[in-house]
């Protein structure tokens, strides 16, 4: 016979499951509706921890939308950790696979853009790398200085303007402006512990990538180049110090 | 040869906090939307309670601001998501992060729930009932003891609010709670509001209740608004939802029960449809002068 928890949590799961065995109210009686109180309590919880992680995609499908979809997620899906802000990793993917959403294909990215969002909020706390601390180093040597990513940076790569559609949602823009056939690259950073996102130009990613994959300046520098025609360096360099893209150098 | 260059970062583990806690004025939880009006009206606040699995992220906004807040106020980390009362042993890595928390940050107080909210691979993120009997009882010992060997401290229980019971208790709440306290050495976080919802929901005096409670175990009390309902049969259902006010029944069970024991450390939760700071401060308010009558007419008798 299960355990007295897995019916519990079985009985949460599925509505139509009968209240565990012994679960009565004080006159001894099965009551639906009081064992309901812990269903509603823990189907409600996630979705306002839903809510709270994807406020873009909300906006976007609409609330009674974004209940409906997000109840059929919370089926299948629950937390497997008590730290809420890990839970939902899954729903862009299961955004992608959503079918009454085929004709918004930007809105898995988005809501991938969301989670790392999210993710970013609570990263780790770290120095940021600032112009003054390449100074250091000398002219000499900046082609061969290495960096490592800042742990509260994120680079997502999409076929959608996602960071154009972020700020329509969330910033109080208008759908209507967004160009859907324009590509954005969106960068997350977190100066001053509040995250911000803005979009890349071409070269920028695989710049940035290559520089957190451990190359050197230089050799992130000839990486690119191979690929993009025309690319900033210096503007790329510049962006990477403001928005704190760093939390070490070195040689 | 690596040449590291890395600005100083400020090091929140070398500081030790002093001990803040004014048991005289009602703390309150602590949200992240009242942070700024907190400092701006230099709120005078007994303590300032913490979910601690909202702190258990690495760093960023949570940390920056508990660490602002603990300067200036003595802290209670409330753990919500542990489940000590589940059939599963407790998850050694939350327990950890617990650990954790309790050491950067020192909270004078120290709690979780009589509730399970973990099973099999998941986690369910509420306070899930359990039956009271004498295995029930012997999993929730282990699971206290091994809470207060890792935290190397001793830690409060919370009595639950409930909805349902179970035909598979042999005992009753008190006799189940006053028994964990004494195998354990555990004390216990008396929520009054817990108390009323629970005796509502199933018929019995909240006042006998509160007067049956093992009180010289009690190192914290907790005050919260609930929600009034009814099931299929009419008979009242009330719901813990720490989303209102805290209810004149609840109010009048708390002056009752101060008159007697004297000042303990008070908290008013709100968790929910969250008000201004003002609202809130004002709620705490009510607490301090019936805290402020219990100190003038009774000496506190409870053990330290």
């Not at chain 1, 873009?56 to 950790?81: C, H, N, R, W």
Request: one cysteine or more; aromatic letters at 10%.
């Amino acid at each position: 016979m299960e355990s007295l928890n897995s019916q519990f949590t079985s009985a949460i799961s599925q509505s139509d499951l009968a209240v565990p065995i012994g679960v009565v109210d004080y006159q001894g009686d099965v009551s639906k509706k009081r064992f309901d109180v812990y269903r509603n309590n823990v189907i409600v919880s996630l979705l306002e921890a839903l809510r709270q992680t994807y406020p873009a995609i909300e906006m976007l499908v609409g609330k009674d939308f974004f209940q409906a979809l997000a109840l059929t997620f919370i089926e299948k899906y629950k937390p497997t950790s008590p730290i809420m802000y890990l839970y939902g990793k899954e729903f862009s993917q299961y955004i992608h696979g959503f079918e009454p959403l085929d004709k918004y294909p930007y809105m898995a990215d988005v809501a991938l853009l969301e989670y790392n969002r999210v993710q970013s909020y609570h990263a780790e706390d770290a120095p940021v790398i600032a112009g003054e601390n390449i100074a250091e180093f000398g002219t000499e040597n900046f082609g061969d200085l290495r960096f490592e990513k800042h742990s509260a940076v994120y680079i997502e790569r999409s076929v959608w303007p996602i960071v154009s559609i972020l700020v329509a949602n969330l910033g109080g823009g208008d759908m209507r402006d967004v160009n859907l056939e324009g590509m954005e690259d969106a960068l997350i950073v977190r100066p001053e512990c509040q995250v911000d996102v803005h979009s890349l130009q071409a070269g920028q990613v695989v710049f940035y990538q290559a520089l957190f994959s451990g190359l050197t300046l230089n050799e992130a520098y000839y990486k690119t180049v191979n690929v993009v025609m025309d690319f900033d360096l210096e503007y790329s360099i510049t962006m990477a110090l403001t928005h704190g893209l760093f939390q070490k150098v070195y040689l | 040869m690596n040449n590291v260059v890395e600005q100083s970062i400020h090091n929140q583990n070398d500081r030790t906090y002093s001990c803040l806690l004014n048991a005289n004025f009602a703390g309150a939880g602590f949200k992240s939307e009242h942070f700024e009006d907190i400092f701006k009206s230099q709120a005078k606040i007994g303590f300032f309670e913490v979910h601690a699995e909202n702190y258990m992220g690495a760093g960023g906004m949570p940390h920056f601001q508990l660490d602002k807040i603990r300067e200036h106020y003595a802290i209670s980390l409330h753990g919500v998501g542990l489940s000590i009362g589940g059939e599963i042993p407790l998850d050694v890595d939350h327990l950890a992060r617990l650990k954790a928390l309790n050491e950067r940050y020192e909270p004078e107080l120290f709690s979780e729930h009589l509730a399970w909210s973990s099973h099999g691979q998941n986690f369910y993120n509420d306070l899930l009932p359990l039956p009271y009997n004498t295995q029930t009882l012997k999993q929730v010992c282990e699971h206290i003891n091994q809470v207060q060997d890792v935290m190397g401290r001793r830690m409060l229980l919370e009595n639950p609010s409930t909805y349902v019971i179970f035909e598979q208790s042999t005992m009753d709440e008190i006799e189940f709670i006053t028994e964990i306290a004494k195998r354990t050495g555990c004390g216990l976080l008396l929520d009054v509001n817990n108390v009323y919802i629970s005796a509502t929901n199933h018929q019995y005096d909240a006042k006998q209740y509160l007067n049956d409670f093992p009180i010289q175990h009690v190192g914290e009390i907790h005050l919260a608004g609930h929600a009034v309902d009814e099931d299929e049969k009419g008979n009242p259902l009330l719901i813990d939802a720490h989303d209102r006010e805290v209810d004149k029944a609840v109010w009048a069970l708390y002056e009752n029960l101060i008159q007697k024991t004297g000042v303990i450390p008070t908290l008013i939760e709100w968790d929910n449809e969250l008000p201004s700071w003002d609202i809130l401060k004002n709620e705490a308010d009510k607490a301090n002068k019936l805290l402020a009558n219990a100190s003038c007419h009774s000496s506190n008798k409870l053990a330290g």
